[in-house]
């Protein structure tokens, strides 16, 4: 929306929100920011979340709403909840399921707390709008985890696969449950058949007719049991960074930097462009572009706009850079689409476009995983401290993350966890 209005689109914007329903935030948000385009921006963003729930709920509870709303938004932003399946979210690397599921029962608990406190008169709005969807999210995501459990154990001849396959029926029953409660007891079934959308064994908008039980396996019941899934033991060049080392400084661990972009060491501006950090943009934090949107592409070179990351390793030779952007178009039309450059030291800088593609598919799993993730190949001489540097090319370009492959990467959804020295 920012790129449109400072690329003078400002007679008529048209947005497809799929479903009315549950769309009321991000549709209210449109519409505030059509109406008045300066009102907000990267900095006071997080306040429109607060106001609007003081708009719905009263001021008492407006922070913790909005805050919880605001959270919300950056979890469900990283997959469709229709779209998750059993092998969304890695159950053996990172802890990644198990983190997923923990971060939407926490919010869940903070608003079943809300929900205890608010007047009563205010409850039935509640549960439609902030409620329902937490529960909705955290019994899909555990169920899903269920599957990839039944499955990894069934394979394995382990009894356990049995446990895991029963807790995903009955999470899918409570499924159903939260459903008949939000269709049939809420407010006298005022929203009824309004979220019957299937969203379980999803295949498109009309396909299948009703929810699907994800397929499971039972092995025999006096199967022996294995030991629990384990993560490896860490090797770390954490202890590589100086003692008394000041500033955000990352490390290498099981072969691999993992870097949040609004992270970095340093910031190099030239000219009128600066770095903005657009918080929550990122599906593990946040993310950083350059302003104006409107400004001159350059070359990757001297002392032009790029952004620095400190990093220690223990490893050396060959290795790869892989960058999360969000999905922004190609909005120039350009043969060569919105680009970016890359290095690692004093290397020349690699200049990579992020959105080309003759394939429709293409741009389907971007939109579906809401990212573009981009590799580039690199040579690293010796361990120790080394200066990761993101160059901006084009303007328009938001990076999340960063992600240096040094060998140990594991495959996971969302990518490792950030190794900052805190």
Known sequence: MHLAWEH???????????????????????????????AWNEDNLPTYYTNWARNQFGAQYAKEIGDIMRLYARYTARRKPELVDANT????????AQTVIKEFKDLQVRAEKVNEELPSNY???????????????????????????????????????NIY?????????????????????????????????????????????????????YVAADALKSEPIKESQHKTAKDLIPEGTKGKVFFEQDGYVSIEAENYSKAVIRGTVTWK??????????????????????????????????????????????????????????????QYAISIDDEKPQIITINTYTDNNVWERWVASNIIIKKSAHHMLMPGKHVLKYWMVQ???VLQKLVIDLGGEKPSYLGPPETLNK
């Open 165 to 217: 396959a029963d807790k995903a029926k009955e999470l899918f029953k409570k499924d159903s449950l939260l459903s008949v409660q939000y269709n049939k007891e809420l407010a006298g079934g005022k929203w009824n058949h309004m979220m019957d959308q299937v969203h379980i064994g999803y295949k498109s908008w009309n396909d299948p007719k009703v929810n699907i039980l994800p397929e499971l396996k």
């Open 277 to 338: 950090t657009i918080p929550d943009i990122g599906r593990t934090g946040s993310g950083i572009t350059p302003f104006p949107v409107t400004a001159t592409a350059v070359q990757p070179e001297k002392d032009n706009p790029h952004t620095e990351y400190d990093f220690y390793s223990y490893g050396s030779g060959e290795l790869k850079i892989s960058a999360y952007f969000s999905p922004t178009l190609n909005f120039h039309n350009e043969e060569k689409g919105l």
């Open 395 to 397: 303007p328009g370009v």
């Open 123 to 161: 409850r039935d709005a509640f549960f439609q709008l902030v409620l329902h969807p937490l529960k909705a999210n955290a019994i899909l995501h555990e169920m899903y985890e269920s599957v990839a459990l039944n499955r990894w154990y069934a394979a394995k001849n382990d009894g356990q696969a």
């Open 89 to 96: 979210y890695s159950i053996q690397n990172y802890n990644e």
């Open 8 to 38: 003078q689109v400002r007679q008529v914007w048209v947005v497809n929100v799929g479903d009315i329903k549950p769309m009321e935030f991000p549709i209210s948000f449109f519409l505030d920011y059509a109406w008045n385009p300066t």
